[in-house]
């Protein structure tokens, strides 16, 4: 044997890669062909030099020249690859060619190298026809003359059934020859087939054999099996220690089976095998394991992030994990990435993608995937909606035991379409527990929809949802059984507030049980404790007549404020007789006139009446006959008669009276006069007017009168009855505002904003803004609450800009209030709390704040901090909508399209959509291209759909530029053009869209290559 080959094998010599390369390259330098390849093998793996293709190249190109196959065939392959040489197809055929030329000789002679050869070119096709059969028959005959890689090649063949029958027994043959010959891959493969008993029989002890041969030559995947049959004392002796030993020994390779074993050990602290619990260490086994595409471990150590377990809690590192195993087919991974789609988790939130991710998971049948993906069918969350599919999901996973689809199954089956099926499927969920399963397939009982009816069977589905402490199902009882009140007890004791008020009704009354004002008041207590502000109004009705309870005044108007500050007329009517009277409270007019106002917002007529006679006389608020006349006005349209006399009498007194006191010289009416002017529709106040007025301000503003500097600068700042000037109005406000003019320093704190009159300061604008807001002044409150949430002027607070806004909305300012509710919602500056949130928003929406009634529409919609209501959600919706919300339009049409608390109608879906989409709403204007698409609710136009797609798709929205490219395809509503179809899918493909990313495939397929396509 050449010295080379002696040191490069360890033959008589110790191995040495050195000494090989030396030998090696001096052969090499005379010509000797083989030597030349070996040193390009050499350079091409980096052994014992610096890894290079380019010198790989130079010396198989040697090699090749002389006529060695082997090289030749090499060469080509890098021809072939663009490795070491620049990549030419032709240059691979022509090396390919001669390799054939010099292998076909070889193999004629029945030489078994030349033979493999012959087999791997056919086998990979370079130069000659790939064919899977002639290169089995190649292999074939190396194999039989003991050439031991054919064999194992041969043996995978037979596994794979390629190019031979498929036979377990022939490869198993095959790799048994190999496998004696000493071939660690055959061994460790043979190994396998005899732990499943695929081709021979089924033997642990062979297993564990063949396992330890490959072992010791160091095949990681074959000591990491031996390690589990020594853990688990299969057909060997148990041994934690030998399993360690092995297991390790697998780890320092790198393998990736074992390292995650390692993890799951650490995370386990399994006893024996020498490690202490660590989830630390378990994340770093399971990382190197996920890293190699282990994707076990790439689940596990995305579920570790997610919970922060044995690494620092990170949605965005579990959603990458939870992708890598998804990407490789793993269901419980895709589900998990498809629930952090939907909640938005570590990644944008998507219903699209959700759905996507759903869909692959339920498609490998894991079930709550399955219940998930049918949910999103049933809403129309990032798929059209459709109660069909949504059927069709849940029935898979019904079918599969999921208890809550089963029941929801049910319950699409009981809205119109078969309730014998509903009944059916209630039936099944009601069997494994489900509470509400068994109350509704109860009350089919009691009303005999889909089964015989039987109050018997009513009440036994409803006692074994009520034993489960269903609310419903324990007030049902009550009405059908003649224990009613005990189950409206148990019912109550729950906290139902629905049962709490009945009961107290039945106690207040007699009804059922006998008559107690105590047991009524303790009702309407545990009631009004949980926020009711009915039985909070109660509560305080049973205090002020002393019934039940010792007659309290005081704790009457607590319960009243409870009542008031949620927004209940009448205790916002009682709150203020109880102000104005001094009954309870500290008498005072201004908290009676304000809690008034809160009422007669409602259209409380009692109070709109008692709010206009406060004005009439000037009682807490100030004195105004229009105001007066306003709040009589609307109690008057209730058809109060004491109202109606007192309008009457205003209506034909109230001018007269100005115009005598004026023309008496009387400022005040003097302005009031100029005042009625400015905003009264019939008369205008003349330039003559306006400069007489200025001189009457000036006169007294110079005797330092604050009001009156205060409106000396209004009148400069807007150029009334003088010439408009910044500068003037900023001294006059500064005079008026250094007096402590609350109204004076807002508007100075304005200028300072503006940078009008004075040079622009937000720190100034802060200091003047509080002044004014220290005294109660609601714009300024708002406005420092604007200043804190955003860092100008003050350094950024969110806790100090929700104690600005809340102290505005107390002074009914509507921003404020839905600025309040926003930090409620999200938890800023304030504790989180959707019911606040709630609260805040409904008094803003009142005052037609429109993002108020929006956000209240949503919340109605979703039951977030409200009863759910979707009549509610659609009046508010509606509300918004006419003040022209683009969401709100698009939502209300997506009620009418569903006929969510509202008929279902096409049309006002379609009247509503387009609303949205004129302002320029992407998901109205693609939701409007599907209806005029479909003809649904509009005259079908695939011109017009085209149009609305294409303004949709222009701003990103994927399901519109898919369409668009489908449009484009077909050449519906616009011209077709193969390149604007790809163009489109391929931005909708980019974002995720499956159905494009399909559609951009066939499009490549039918243009050869999307290299051909180019657009600008």
Not at 78 to 98: L, T
Not at 407 to 428: C, D, H, M, P
Not at 639 to 651: I, K, S, V
Not at 954 to 967: D, S
Request: aromatic share 12%; charged share 25%.
């Amino acid at each position: 044997m050449p010295l080379p080959l002696m040191y490069d094998n360890g033959r008589g010599v110790e191995q040495s890669d050195e000494q090989a390369i030396v030998w090696y390259r001096k052969a090499a330098e005379q010509g000797h062909a083989n030597a030349q390849f070996k040193l390009g093998l050499m350079y091409g793996n980096g052994r014992s030099v610096e890894q290079s293709n380019e010198q790989a190249a130079v010396w198989y190109c040697k090699a090749a020249e002389q006529g060695d196959s082997v090289a030749q065939l090499s060469l080509g392959a890098m021809y072939q690859k663009g490795h070491g040489v620049k990549q030419s197809d032709e240059q691979a055929a022509v090396w390919f060619r001669k390799a054939v030329f010099w292998v076909r000789k070889g193999a004629e002679q029945w030489h078994a190298g030349t033979q493999y050869n012959l087999g791997l070119m056919c086998a990979r096709g370079q130069g000659v026809k790939q064919n899977d059969e002639q290169a089995a028959v190649c292999f074939c005959k190396a194999a039989e003359q003991g050439r031991v890689d054919a064999q194992h090649i041969l043996g995978l063949m037979y596994k794979n059934g390629q190019g031979v029958k498929q036979s377990d027994k022939q490869a198993a043959v095959w790799f048994h020859r190999a496998a004696e010959q000493g071939y660690v891959d055959a061994q460790h493969i043979l190994g396998l087939m005899y732990n499943h008993g695929e081709g021979v029989k089924q033997s642990d002890d062979q297993t564990a054999g063949w396992y330890r041969k490959a072992a010791e030559q160091w095949i990681a995947d074959a000591q990491f099996d031996l390690s589990f049959m020594h853990d688990n004392g299969e057909d060997v002796e148990q041994s934690d220690e030998q399993a360690d030993d092995l297991c390790h020994d697998a780890v320092e390779q790198r393998n990736a089976d074992a390292q995650f074993d390692l993890g799951f050990r650490y995370e386990d602290g399994w006893c024996g095998c020498g490690v202490e619990q660590s989830n630390d260490q378990a994340a770093v086994w399971y990382r190197e394991a996920a890293e190699r595409g282990h994707e076990d471990a790439q689940f596990i150590l995305g579920r570790m992030y997610s919970y922060g377990r044995g690494v620092e809690q990170s949605d965005e590192q579990a959603a990458v994990w939870y992708r890598k195993a998804a990407e490789q087919g793993r269901a419980d991974a895709q589900f998990k990435l498809g629930c952090m789609y939907r909640n938005g988790e570590g990644v944008e939130q998507s219903d699209e993608q959700a759905v996507v991710w759903y869909r692959e998971a339920a498609e490998r049948g894991h079930e709550d995937a399955q219940f998930n993906l049918g949910f999103m069918y049933e809403d129309g969350c990032g798929v059209e909606q459709s109660d069909e599919q949504a059927a069709v999901w849940y029935r898979k996973a019904a079918e599969q035991g999921h208890t809550v689809a089963q029941f929801s199954l049910g319950t699409i089956y009981g809205n119109g379409r078969s309730v014998e099926q509903a009944a059916v499927w209630y039936r099944k969920a009601a069997e494994r527990g489900h509470t509400v399963a068994q109350f509704s397939l109860g009350f089919m009982y009691k009303t005999g929809q889909g089964v015989k009816q039987s109050d018997k069977q009513a009440a036994v589905l409803f006692l074994k949802a009520a034993e489960q402490r269903d609310t419903a199902a324990k007030y049902s009882l009550g009405t059908m059984d003649e224990q009613a009140a005990v189950w409206f007890h148990k019912t109550a004791e729950q906290g139902n507030r629905d049962t709490q008020f009945d009961l107290s009704f039945m106690y207040d009354n007699g009804e059922g049980v006998e008559q107690s004002d105590e047991q009524t008041v303790a009702w309407y207590r545990e009631d009004a404790e949980q926020g009711d502000e009915d039985a909070q109004y109660n509560l305080g009705l049973m205090y002020a007549r002393g019934r039940g309870v010792k007659q309290s005044y005081e704790q009457a108007a607590d319960w009243y404020h409870e009542a008031a500050e949620l927004g209940h007329a009448d205790a916002q009517f009682r709150l203020g007789f109880m102000y104005q009277t001094g009954c309870g409270v500290k008498q005072s007019n201004e908290e009676a006139a304000f809690w008034f106002h809160r009422a007669a917002e409602q259209e409380h007529g009692v109070a709109e009446f008692s709010l206009g006679f406060m004005y009439k006389t000037g009682l807490g608020v100030k004195q105004s006959d229009k105001q007066a006349a306003v709040w009589y006005r609307y109690a008057a349209s209730q058809r109060d008669e004491d109202t109606q006399f007192n309008l009457d009498a205003m209506h034909e007194e109230a001018t007269v009276w100005f115009h005598k006191a004026a023309e008496q010289g009387n400022a005040d009416a003097q302005f009031d006069l100029g005042f009625l002017f400015g905003n009264d529709k019939e008369v205008r106040q003349s330039d003559e007017q306006a400069a007489i007025r200025y001189r009457d301000v000036r006169e007294t503003a110079e005797q330092g009168d604050a009001f009156d500097q205060n409106k000396l600068g209004l009148m400069y700042a807007r150029g009334h009855g003088v010439k408009q000037s910044d500068e003037q109005a900023a001294v006059w406000f500064r005079k008026a505002a250094e007096q402590g003019n609350k109204d004076a320093q807002y508007n100075l704190g304005f200028m300072y904003a503006r940078g009008r009159g004075v040079k622009q300061s937000h720190e100034q604008t802060a200091v003047w803004f509080r002044k004014a807001a220290e005294q109660g002044h609601a714009v300024a409150q708002y406005n420092l609450g604007l200043m804190y949430d955003n860092g100008r002027g003050v350094k950024q607070s969110d806790e100090q800009a929700a104690v600005w806004f809340r102290k505005a909305a107390e002074q009914w300012h509507a921003v404020a209030q839905y600025n309040l509710g926003l930090m409620c919602a999200r938890g800023r500056g304030v504790k989180q709390s959707d019911e606040q949130a709630a609260v805040w928003f409904h008094k803003a929406a009142e005052q037609r704040n429109v993002d108020a009634q929006y956000n209240l529409g949503l919340m109605c919609a979703r039951g977030s901090g409200v009863k759910q209501s979707d009549e509610q959600a659609v009046a508010w919706f509606h509300k918004a909508a006419e003040q022209g919300h683009a969401d709100a339009q698009y939502n209300l049409g997506f009620m009418c399209a569903r006929g969510r608390g509202v008929k279902q109608s096409d049309e006002q879906t379609a009247v509503w959509f387009r609303k949205a989409s004129e302002q320029g709403h992407a998901v109205a204007q693609n939701s409007l291209g599907l209806m005029c698409a479909r003809g649904r609710g509009v005259k079908q136009s695939d011109e017009q759909a085209a149009v609305w797609f294409r303004k949709a798709a222009e701003q990103g929205n994927v399901n519109a530029q898919y369409f668009l490219g489908l449009m484009y395809l077909g050449g519906r509503g616009v011209r077709k053009s193969i390149e604007q179809s790809y163009f489109w899918s391929n931005k909708a493909a980019s974002q995720g869209h499956e159905g494009a990313q399909k559609n951009r495939a066939k499009l490549e397929w039918r243009c050869n290559s999307p290299i051909d396509l180019h657009f600008s």
